[in-house]
């Protein structure tokens, strides 16, 4: 499987009683020239409610939806609660394509531990439905943290079986956590091997926040290996604005700078600054360094890839999304 390394880290709603923003990215070429529009993100939410709409620029220089996510609180007590939502996709050209329907119903414990039980639906373009997943993750809390085990089903030939499993462990220490998971397949015989383990070491120091993530992969031998890591640093001033910077380390990139003593190589440096601007909005400005052709051993000098600008309630996303 490819590891990804998301480019931009995104800009956080941080919402109350009714709150929205919209965000646009621009891409710039080598020369520092903007050269394409991305997509225009829109958020609002309410205390029961929220709508993200994805929407692009179509060949025809128009604007289209990508996508659109609709999300509801059909209820919320003491012992739990249940959501909906619906996310839809459209065509290159903006016309709607089958809606997939989610159902998310959570069960609280007194021990503070929580039981998850996730459905999609899908529908075909005769808008006949079906269930095309199930998941179910049950978290046990203690002092020191949490343990939580997810198990997928999906429909196969011989019905619904099993097809994926997730552990996950969570070691808290005030704000500091380390966090690992590891996600089994199954072999087709009956049995699961694992595929896929994520471990991430997160803390903070006065205004300094670090995360080092490592993703290890199934090798050819059959056993897990460190495939790729992140190490970010993020710093926050009294302002709201951020300057983070994020090493992107893989195996086998060539012409790569040599990397950290794990034996992986450094692929990228990204520095990305976010900075509140006038009128309700936030800037993010995203640069890379590389190395380069002439001198592969050194990271070159940082080149703009983007920036984006979100206008409403914004604020850069201090922490990474995979927080426990």
């Not at 839809?88 to 089958?98: E, F, I, T, V």
């Not at 020191?144 to 085990?149: H, V, Y």
């Not at 290996?225 to 994020?246: C, E, F, M």
């Not at 992107?248 to 700078?257: A, E, F, L, Q």
């Amino acid at each position: 499987m490819k590891r990804c390394v998301p480019i931009i880290l995104g800009l956080a709603l941080s919402l109350t009683a009714q709150e929205s923003n919209t965000s646009s990215t621009t891409t710039v070429d080598i020369n520092g020239n903007r050269v394409a529009d991305g997509p225009t993100i829109s958020q609002t939410k309410s205390a029961n409610e929220s709508q993200t709409t994805v929407t692009t620029r179509s060949i025809n220089g128009g604007t289209v939806p990508m996508e659109k996510v609709e999300e509801r609180l059909v209820r919320n007590d003491s012992s739990g609660k249940v959501t909906e939502r619906i996310v839809r996709k459209y065509d290159p050209q903006g016309n709607p394509l089958p809606p997939v329907r989610q159902v998310i119903e959570e069960q609280k414990r007194p021990d503070g531990g929580s039981t998850v039980q996730s459905t999609t639906y899908s529908s075909d373009i005769n808008g006949n439905t079906q269930i095309t997943e199930k998941s179910v993750t049950d978290t046990q809390k203690n002092a020191s943290g949490e343990t939580s085990e997810t198990v997928v089903e999906r429909p196969t030939v011989n019905g619904f079986q099993t097809v994926e499993k997730q552990s996950q462990v969570v070691t808290k220490q005030g704000n500091n956590y380390a966090a690992e998971s590891t996600t089994y397949r199954s072999d087709g015989n009956g049995g699961f091997y694992a595929a896929v383990r994520q471990t991430t070491e997160h803390t903070v120091q006065g205004s300094e926040v670090s995360d080092n993530s490592a993703e290890y992969e199934r090798g050819a031998s059959g056993e897990l290996q460190l495939h790729g890591q992140t190490v970010t640093k993020t710093v926050t001033r009294p302002d709201g604005s951020q300057d983070a910077v994020v090493d992107v380390y893989s195996r086998n990139v060539p012409g790569t700078v040599s990397g950290n003593e794990s034996g992986l190589k450094l692929q990228e440096r990204q520095e990305i600054e976010s900075a509140p601007g006038p009128g309700k909005t936030m800037v993010q400005t995203v640069s890379v360094r590389r190395p380069t052709v002439s001198d592969p051993g050194t990271l070159g000098p940082p080149r703009q890839l983007s920036q984006t600008v979100c206008k409403g309630d914004c604020k850069p996303a201090a922490e990474p999304a995979s927080k426990p």
